[in-house]
């Protein structure tokens, strides 16, 4: 998907403007930092912009706190936090990164566009319980380790937002093994097969 295409997106111009400042610099830092792969560069729209649009698409509460974690190139938190200014900042977006330089990627681009979020420079293990209303990531790490994180940061009913691929239900089941939670799936609109999903009532078993 290019800027053109991007325009299909329902977001206001000045939101497409600030997605398209994320993507150029994006591929500005890349080849420095390695935000993303390489291979995924040449579908940047669609790969890691669209892909993140439809999870902020998915969450109901548009209140409250919203952390993303290992968020690294910026996806989703990024986007969010885009997508967020353009809806007039109902969410209070926390992007946590352990590695440094990522975190200085996350604050070039949030200057560049204008756009409010805090950058938490911390491993997600250490870092001050959030309480979030939303709880985000994408790429990071398999259900069963998502889900410890979110036992750390996610607030009383809060959701859980986690795109995962087509092994998805290995994952869920494998997870079933050490917790309880309520769950559904959204197909993924980037990839076949590709679902989010959208947990809550996360507990321990």
Known sequence: MS??????????????ERLELLANLLRKWNPKINLVSKSTIGDLWNRHI?????IYNQS?????????????????????AILNAGDGYPYNVTLIESDLRKCTFLRTVLRETGVKASVITERIEKAEPQNAEVFSARALADLNLLLEFSS?????????????GVNWKKEVLTAEE?????????????????VILKIREVKRV
């Open 178 to 194: 050490s917790w309880s939670f309520s769950y559904e799936t959204i197909n993924s609109v980037t990839q076949e097969g590709a």
């Open 3 to 16: 800027y053109e295409e991007g325009k299909a997106i329902d977001v206001s111009r000045e939101t497409l």
């Open 60 to 80: 109901a509460e548009k209140t409250g706190h919203w952390v993303d974690v290992g968020s690294g190139g910026g996806f989703p938190g990024l986007v969010v």
């Open 50 to 54: 669209l892909d993140s649009v439809q």
């Open 152 to 164: 750390r940061h996610l607030g009383e009913g809060g959701t859980c937002l986690f795109p995962k």
